[in-house]
């Protein structure tokens, strides 16, 4: 067993972990994130050293006059983290509206603020960020420089996803990042490969937490400033491509999706949907709906993550009803007025359609197999995941078949994969030929997706290079149908 390898150096492990920072004590907020909750509502959730009593939030309409008080009972934790996650729902607010807020003892001079979501029927034009495999940057993480075997370290002068996106943030109203976060979960094979100081697997836990606690401190500025919508993947613990770990060396509170569970609070109250797993909002002219591709597929499938699914994980379900995640989303898809969001758009962390090799801890053929007749019953018009590491954009697809109309006005969904938002373990590449209906590849740069909502009869795809903002792939769909919201491109509220 390769852990004896692993030499004890508590010293070097200390040095990852978070200092105490001076201006601060216990209870000053850190790693400050949002999330919709409907057009009229917002979860503020931010991170503290101690437990809260009665986490609250002061906001108002004004940066000087945060007047109101949103408070909540939630303050949670799991074994090994070093923070609570607190977790404010502020209800009652305008849509399309800016608001300002403070988290409790915040040692911030100055309030943070957000903007509400528009309210289905809204047509303004706007655009979002997607990110999909977003890991850590930095020293810790993806930098200049790689260990032994690994691959695609950044270029001395390139920007990295999270600079990236946040030299753009102005443009988008929020950022979507269905799954694989921070991959503090690669720690182990960082340390193998030399890149980060040797511990002993026991003190592993503590690397895990340091690499989570930076990741989440890098995205604050994105985070605190718009809604950050996520889903599963990491952060889980799934200990490398060395097989010779498995998840029997993971300490409780490292599996089973516990740190994904505790920091975030997405929508599914409002959707009836299940905790961060599955869950849907509108946002102006667009439905958006998040699926959960590594655990609770039902139909007698044992998903990706699941005990025995091919990751080797203990993972979930999360549901116990029979098909619970594809009840939802027929019911979810039924319910959608495409006269107020023309537009549904669905992402899931794992692909089907993908130019990689097939087997199924890269291609989810049960996926396929299990939301694909919703999708094309229900006219989808976009399905976006990640997974592979590389940008691969396809035509529409009906059941491996390209649709005729490619993007002039399809009746199948259009499928992009995005995963190249980077970490520290590189990109994968793609397998070539590319597969027949793949219309644009790239598995040499890191970037991320720019989608941009013109109105009900077109959307703009744009694959952006990190290193340098350059658009390296743009395409526009088209679908033939009529506008009968409010198609107010002004920035009005629209009419409900
Ligand atoms: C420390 O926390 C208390 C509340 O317990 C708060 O009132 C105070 O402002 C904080 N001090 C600093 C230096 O942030
Ligand atoms: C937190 O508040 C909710 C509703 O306000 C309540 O149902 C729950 O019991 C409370 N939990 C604790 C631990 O106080
Ligand atoms: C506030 O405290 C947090 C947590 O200790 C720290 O990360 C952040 O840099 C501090 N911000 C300011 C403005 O001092
Ligand atoms: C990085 O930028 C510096 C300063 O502008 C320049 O001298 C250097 O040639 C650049 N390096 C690369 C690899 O582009
Ligand atoms: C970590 O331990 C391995 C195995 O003993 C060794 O090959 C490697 O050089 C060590 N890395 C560091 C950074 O000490
Ligand atoms: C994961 O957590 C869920 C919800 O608590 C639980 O029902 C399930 O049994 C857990 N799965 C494993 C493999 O421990
Ligand atoms: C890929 O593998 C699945 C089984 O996991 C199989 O059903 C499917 O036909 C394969 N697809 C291709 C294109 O070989
Ligand atoms: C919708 O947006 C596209 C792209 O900007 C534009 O070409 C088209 O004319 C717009 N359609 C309507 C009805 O305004
Ligand atoms: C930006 O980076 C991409 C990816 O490496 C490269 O293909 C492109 O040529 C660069 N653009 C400019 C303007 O340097």
Not at 182 to 193: G, H, N, S, T, V
Not at 291 to 297: A, F, K, R
Not at 429 to 451: C, E, F, H, I, M
Not at 464 to 493: E, P, Y
């Amino acid at each position: 067993m390769r852990c004896s390898l692993i030499t004890a150096s508590l010293t070097a492990a200390a040095v990852l972990l978070n200092p105490a920072l001076a201006a601060s004590n216990d209870t000053t907020p850190m790693q400050i994130r949002l999330a919709y909750a409907g057009s009229t509502g917002m979860v503020v959730s931010w991170n503290t050293y101690s437990k809260l009593d009665r986490p609250t939030v002061r906001y108002g309409l004004t940066p000087w006059a945060l007047t109101k008080t949103a408070s909540s009972n939630v303050s949670v934790t799991y074994p090994t983290s070093t923070t609570y996650n607190n977790h404010v729902t502020i209800t009652g607010l305008e849509p399309d509206t800016v608001y300002y807020y403070q988290p409790q003892n915040s040692n911030s001079s100055v309030p943070y603020s957000f903007k509400t979501s528009r309210v289905p029927g809204d047509h303004t034009p706007y655009t979002i960020a997607v990110a999909v495999d977003l890991g850590l940057m930095g020293p810790d993480g993806l930098t200049t420089h790689v260990g032994n075997g690994a691959s695609n370290p950044l270029g001395p002068n390139d920007t990295n996803t999270i600079q990236s996106i946040e030299q753009n943030l102005d443009d988008i109203d929020f950022l979507w990042h269905p799954g694989d976060i921070a991959y503090a979960d690669y720690w182990l094979k960082e340390e193998i490969q030399g890149f980060l100081p040797n511990t002993t697997i026991a003190d592993g836990a503590k690397v895990y937490e340091s690499l989570l606690n930076q990741y989440y401190d890098e995205m604050t500025p994105i985070t605190s400033k718009k809604p950050y919508m996520a889903t599963t993947a990491a952060p889980r613990t799934r200990h490398t491509t060395d097989r010779t770990y498995t998840v029997s060396i993971c300490q409780q509170g490292q599996t089973n999706f516990t740190g994904y569970i505790n920091h975030f609070r997405m929508p599914s109250p409002q959707s009836k949907g299940l905790g961060n797993f599955w869950y849907s909002f509108d946002h102006g002219m667009v439905h958006y709906i998040q699926l959960d591709t590594e655990t609770d597929l039902g139909h007698g499938f044992i998903a990706p993550d699941e005990p025995g699914g091919p990751e080797g994980e203990d993972a979930g379900p999360f549901s116990n009803l029979r098909d619970a995640q594809t009840n939802w989303l027929q019911q979810d898809l039924a319910s959608v007025d495409r006269n107020k969001t023309p537009w549904t758009v669905v992402a899931g962390h794992r692909p089907w359609y993908i130019s990689a090799s097939n087997d199924s801890s890269t291609i989810c053929e049960a996926c396929r197999e299990v939301f694909e007749p919703l999708f094309l019953q229900y006219g989808v018009d976009l399905v976006l995941s990640g997974h592979v590491h590389a940008y691969e954009r396809n035509a529409p697809i009906r059941t491996f078949d390209v649709d005729p109309n490619e993007l002039n006005n399809p009746s199948a969904p259009w499928y992009i994969t995005n995963g190249a938002a980077g970490h520290y373990d590189g990109l994968d590449t793609l397998n070539y030929p590319l597969q027949p209906y793949a219309r644009y590849a790239q598995d040499t740069a890191y970037g991320w997706s720019r989608l941009t909502f013109h109105n009900c009869t077109h959307l703009t795809h744009e694959f952006v290079a990190s290193r340098n903002g350059t658009v390296l792939d743009r395409a526009t769909l088209f679908k033939d149908r009529k506008c009968q919201g409010n198609d107010n491109s002004q920035g009005q509220q629209g009419q409900l």
